[in-house]
């Protein structure tokens, strides 16, 4: 399956839902049983990844229990080299530009590109940019996060990304942060970009997913919300809103 063409092809047709769900949370049986009630919701794709705790056999089995239950297109979201699977159907090729640690700008990526060539997983190069809180993601990617008020340094680096031809942008405010990425900031990188825009962390609510994808968001990305949400409705309900049904 050509998973960026999915996408972008979705994308066209409106904003898009991506669940996140994390190895290291849950065992593979229940990331499968949430990979389907997520799909029932209407998410469009799965991610697969954490910043820490993820190794080759959860990632490996997450990811086939994910597709046996969904059919959904897994996208493996790394947080390192450590750990890779030719269980998932693509992977984010990504770079935390705004790391100050060379390491999750290019040299994790240098040690792994040759492994995954040779494991034949889609690539989907994406530019992945931390705006404050950050949380975990961010403390372990050494990143200089972009302070929610500073949109022309998001602007910079997301325009960066596009000129360096990655795929897609991602602006991440970090799993579990209490507030997500500004709808103003949003709405400037994607008046400022050609290429589709992701948006996650912190949306937990339909009001926040409405807001990002009002200001512009080609995909919103939710992870923390799904593991702990107990309530369809309100699970369905993000997505609806997220996808402005």
């Known amino acids: 399956m050509d998973v960026k063409k999915y996408l972008i092809d979705k994308m066209k047709e409106g904003t898009v839902h991506l669940a996140l769900l994390d190895p290291d ?74 790391s100050t640690d060379p390491f999750w700008i290019i040299n994790a990526q240098a040690g792994a590109a040759a492994y995954i060539k040779k494991l034949g997983i889609e690539t989907i190069s994406l530019g992945y940019i931390i705006v404050e809180p950050g949380m975990k993601v961010g403390e372990v990617g050494k990143a200089d996060a972009v302070k929610r008020d500073d949109i022309a340094r998001a602007i910079g680096y ?58 512009g968001a080609d995909a919103i990305v939710t992870g923390t919300f799904i593991e702990r949400c107990s309530d369809d409705t309100m699970l369905k309900s993000v997505v609806n809103a997220s996808k402005g049904r």
């Open 158 to 215: 997301a325009l960066a990304c596009e000129m360096l031809g990655m795929d897609l942008i991602y602006l991440e405010a970090g799993s579990g942060a209490d507030k997500p990425v500004p709808p103003e900031m949003i709405t400037a990188v994607k008046d400022a970009i050609s290429v589709p825009l992701i948006v996650g962390g912190g949306i937990r609510t339909p009001e926040a997913a409405k807001a990002a994808r009002l200001a």
């Open 25 to 98: 949370k849950q065992d593979s049986r229940e990331a499968g049983a949430i990979a389907k009630k997520i799909k029932e919701a209407g998410a469009d794709a799965i991610m697969i990844g954490g910043s820490t705790g993820v190794t080759n056999e959860n990632l490996s089995d997450t990811a086939r229990c994910i597709k046996e239950e969904s059919g959904l297109p897994t996208i493996h979201f790394p947080g390192g080299p450590g750990a890779i699977s030719k269980d998932v159907d693509s992977i984010f090729f990504m770079s935390m530009v705004n």
